[in-house]
């Protein structure tokens, strides 16, 4: 009776991997299957649409998505409490340099313990020079962020050109910024 109950224990606790794992990315995404997926690489395959959102930043100026349409924009779904999420900044830091006003990145917390006032201090310690705001709108639901850093590419048409789950080098960035650009 034992080994019966632990069966169908282990079935079970298989069945929840394969559906954790197929809703990470099993089925077909911008540039690639799974969890890192890159921009380019060709085909006629249809980029999907980035889903649009209205949020405040830590300042309390209200902005969308759609604002920034013609531009490359970057969206750094993060935590505060996340350690490569900090390392991400020194990366975004580097496209920012390297694209300057060519690309926008918009850093958005997803935990709901960052409050505007832990964000302004966690901006101006990291050195972090660009659009920060709270996640007061589902906006990581709409981009099934599960895992942060997770970071989305969208193209000057506002679709999505990539999608990476956690750390991302500056190299990889700016090679889906300027596919991107055309």
């Not at 990315?25 to 959102?53: H, R, S, W």
């Not at 920012?96 to 997803?110: C, H, L, N, R, T």
């Not at 709409?142 to 999608?163: H, M």
Request: aromatic share 8%; with cysteine.
């Amino acid at each position: 009776m034992k080994r019966a109950q632990l069966a169908i224990g282990l079935v079970l606790v298989l069945m929840v991997i394969l559906l954790a794992l197929e809703g990470l990315g099993g089925g077909p995404t911008p540039g690639g299957q799974g969890g890192q997926q890159g921009g380019g690489g060709g085909g006629e395959q249809e980029l999907p649409k980035a889903p649009d959102f209205t949020l405040k930043d830590i300042y309390g100026h209200r902005f969308s998505l759609s604002d920034f349409r013609g531009k490359v924009v970057i969206l750094d779904f993060f935590a505060t409490y996340c350690g490569p999420c900090k390392a991400q900044v020194g990366e975004l830091k580097e496209v920012k340099e390297q694209f300057g006003d060519e690309v926008v990145i918009i850093s958005i917390s997803v935990s709901p313990e960052d409050t505007d006032e832990v964000l302004r201090s966690y901006a101006e310690e990291n050195g972090i020079t660009w659009r920060v705001a709270r996640d007061t709108a589902g906006v990581g639901d709409a981009y099934k962020v599960l895992y942060v850093p997770t970071i989305v590419v969208v193209d000057p048409e506002g679709r999505i050109a990539a999608r990476h789950i956690g750390f991302t080098d500056s190299e990889t960035l700016a090679e889906e910024v300027e596919a991107a650009l055309g």
